[in-house]
């Protein structure tokens, strides 16, 4: 067993929006000894809605994180799938009194000793960075990610300008969320994972992400990534939250 220290953060910015709908967490619980949780959800459908529906992941994913242990679950990933399924119909069964249709984005991380567990749904992203060396990037499910699966690279083209944010995969929409899966282990010291919804990562390349995170602390990256996004973002910014959990010597 490798012999390090996990340091984590949040952060999140309003942006330039009247509404705060991102939402971001990093959970511990007694029925997971040595694991950390971190989520992070953007909500969507109207002003009401989209932050509901975000409030129902964390809501969901932290009383599951509480009350599930992972031998009653059959593993972490299937905690992580048990997590989003639930808030999935919870947001669904939400919907039903209203006129709108809340979704949101789902991506959340354990980590536990040495090793790592992932899952997302939507265009939230989770990266992994091996030092200053992009390990590990989550796929953007929007209609274009859905042409290219399809096969359709031509139409995926054309999709990427004109329906970049369009969504086909979340929690809260009619049909059932695609949710996606990863983990590695064997971790080790300068292993750094960022979860972060779109009004962050639209802003910066995967390296510039990577030499962010391998060159300062979770909680001065954190600072340094919104300051970044603010400056770029010229009044025109979305709502941003992050997650940075990073493995550091002992």
Known sequence: MPSFRLTACTAEHIGDRSEQQDRVAILTSPR????????????????TGGRMAADQVIATVTQVFSDMAEDDAGGLPELLKMMANEAHTVIRLAALSTEKEPHATFVALIVRRDYAVWAHAGDSRLYHFRGDRLMHLTEDQTYAWYLRAAGREEQAREADQKFKHMLVSALGLSRQPTLVVGDVSELQVGDAFLLCSDGLWAHFSDAELAETLA???????????????????????DNLSLAIVKLEPA
Do not use: I, N, Y
Not at 32 to 47: E, K, T
């Open 32 to 47: 997971h000894p040595q694991s950390v949780l971190a989520v992070v959800s953007d909500g969507m459908g109207g002003r």
């Open 215 to 237: 060159r300062l602390s979770p909680r001065e990256a954190s600072s340094e990534l919104v300051r970044l996004a603010r400056e770029r973002a010229h009044m025109g910014g």
